[in-house]
């Protein structure tokens, strides 16, 4: 059987001859499945071309973008070590504020704060720390004044609050955990708002909504390392810094902090350390309800 083909006449320019060229039909059909198979081979190499020229312009395009990045986080860097070094000078001087006047640390914190790691304090950390330093300023003016009278001038010689004592200065039973601890003070029981007055002339060295149960605080200096301390207040009627005479009013009895009934929270602190109250309040003439419920013998 004779194999088909197909017929190609080329004819000669010149001489004028006719040349028949036999193709077979798979001749012609394998030079158009590669001219298809090439085909597809192009196109898919100009994707990929395509695909490849997109990724190194997306490449690009973030590594700009990661550069820029990496230049802003280098100036946060710089602007943090300087906030860190006005932060570590200002606890410095805290502390040195604190050691000359004999007042309570409250930065926390090593010992050596240059030597830790970056810090980022909080708007609301920094205002205590300013708070912290304005309270010092007004100790030191407080402790000048009582130099200059010669230490305390007068000893606490008052009750705080008129009612009865319901808890007195000893180790009891803690009524929230029920274990074992020592009550700093003593606990007056009254209704919710009555006056609170202070014990002695001094000057406030605290006054605000405090952490550790106190709930609102007041704390009155009177020279000497003397202080006390008046807790729960439904009210604050005082602020830092000012002066107080004995008697008058400071705060109104409360709830806040823990609390199980409304009552103040009374302390006589001397160098920081809280000592009994019963001899400021046994001889006292101002306030003396029931003197018998007295837990202190």
């Known amino acids: 059987m004779k194999q088909e083909y197909f017929v190609v006449v080329l004819a ?8 028949r060229v036999h193709i077979p039909h798979t001749a012609v059909y394998a030079v158009l499945a590669l001219a298809i198979l090439g085909g597809f081979s192009a196109f898919g190499f100009v994707a990929s071309y395509a695909r490849m020229a997109w990724k190194v312009a997306n490449y690009n395009a973030l ?9 802003r986080y280098q100036d946060l860097v710089k602007v943090v070590s300087q906030t860190n070094v006005q932060m570590a000078s200002l606890q410095l001087y805290a502390r040195e504020v604190s050691v000359a006047y004999g007042i309570k640390q409250k930065l926390e914190g090593p010992s050596d704060i240059s030597s830790e790691g970056k810090m980022v304090p909080s708007f609301a950390e920094s205002l205590q720390e300013y708070n912290y330093l ?14 200059r ?19 007195g200065f000893a180790r009891r039973t803690d ?3 029920g274990e ?4 700093k003070g003593v606990d007056i029981t009254a209704p919710t708002g009555t006056a609170v007055r202070t014990t002695a002339d001094g000057v406030v060295v605290q006054a605000e909504m405090v952490a550790g149960g106190y709930g609102r605080l007041v704390i009155v200096d009177h020279g000497g390392g003397l202080q006390t301390y008046y807790a729960h207040l439904s009210k604050i009627l005082v602020r830092a810094g000012q002066e107080v005479s ?52």
Do not use: C
Request: hydrophobic share 30%; charged share 25%.
């Open 246 to 297: 004995r008697t008058e009013v400071i705060g109104l009895v409360g709830t806040s902090g823990r609390t199980t009934a409304p009552h103040l929270h009374y302390e006589v602190r001397v160098g920081g350390a809280p000592i009994n109250p019963h001899k400021y309040l046994a001889n006292t003439s101002v306030f003396r309800q029931a003197p018998k419920d007295l837990p202190f013998q």
């Open 12 to 19: 000669h320019s010149l001489r004028g001859r006719l040349r």
């Open 175 to 177: 009524p929230f955990s």
């Open 180 to 183: 074992g601890s020592f009550h």
């Open 134 to 147: 304005v309270t010092a300023d007004k100790l030191a003016l407080s402790n000048r004044r009582s130099r």
């Open 63 to 71: 590594k700009k973008e990661a550069d820029s990045m990496r230049a």
């Open 149 to 167: 009278f010669g230490g305390v001038r007068t000893p606490p010689s008052s009750w705080p609050v008129e009612g009865r004592i319901m808890d």
